[in-house]
């Protein structure tokens, strides 16, 4: 079942915050985000296992709560790079092989 | 590192032709190749894992016989789109992964195949 994301579009300013949510309605085994700009194939950014970890990558991090099965993905002091459209893909179990995509956040960063 | 390759870009061809697009790991052992299918402004939507050296593992919906899919490497797996019809015109990305996913694995992406059919 294709995962949740909130909100589906944020407009910012360069160096405002944005959290992007990606809820499932069954227990995740692990939460992958990717970026994707217009035109180009999505880009890995990190990977969040089950346990409650936190991840960091430059001034972009997440977090996995398992429990309540959902992810968030935090940018701070957002940059005019950070624009395009940011998609969790879910998997349900160890071993699934595959990963369920939300729809998809789409961030625009303004000057 | 993590370099995957997608050829063609673009292809634009009649109906009731076939299509072959390639999907090459560059640099990496590609255990696991995945197909998708991207509409404009909408989500990734798998069609099929593909494992080296097994059949492929198609999504409930996806016609095995339209969408052949071979994976005859750890670096090459390619979709056929067969007797393409205008239905099929869509964005079609390609993914490689050197594990297992659950193992901290990610997959990497392609840059696409915009395929149009007239």
């Known amino acids: 079942q294709q995962p949740v994301q909130s909100p589906q579009a944020v407009i910012l300013r360069e160096g405002e915050d944005a959290v992007i949510n990606c809820s499932s309605s069954k227990a995740l085994y692990s939460v992958h985000w990717y970026r994707q700009k217009h035109g180009e194939a999505p880009v890995f950014l990190m990977i969040?296992?089950?346990?409650?970890e936190q991840k960091g990558h430059e001034k972009i991090s997440a977090s996995f709560n398992e429990k309540k099965q959902q992810s968030s993905l935090y940018l701070t002091a957002s940059q005019l790079s950070y624009s395009g459209t940011y998609f969790c893909g879910t998997e349900g179990r160890e071993g699934a092989q595959k990963l369920v995509f939300g729809q998809g956040t789409r961030l625009t960063i303004n000057p | 590192g993590a370099v995957v390759s997608q050829h063609p870009s673009r292809v634009i061809c009649k109906s009731g032709t076939s299509v072959k697009i390639e999907c090459r790991s560059l640099?990496?052992?590609?255990?696991?190749m995945f197909w998708y299918r991207q509409f404009p402004k909408q989500s990734l939507m798998l069609m099929a894992t593909s494992n080296e050296g097994s059949k492929a593992t198609y999504e409930q919906g996806v016609e095995k016989d339209k969408f052949l899919i071979n994976h005859a490497s750890l670096t090459l797996s390619t979709l056929t789109v067969t007797s393409a019809h205008p239905e099929d015109s869509s964005f079609y990305i390609c993914?490689?992964?050197?594990?297992?996913?659950?193992?901290?694995?990610?997959?990497?992406f392609g840059d696409g195949t915009r395929l149009s059919i007239l």
């Open positions: 969040l296992l089950k346990g409650g």
């Open positions: 993914s490689a992964s050197s594990g297992v996913t659950g193992s901290n694995q990610p997959q990497h």
């Open positions: 640099d990496f052992q590609a255990t696991t």
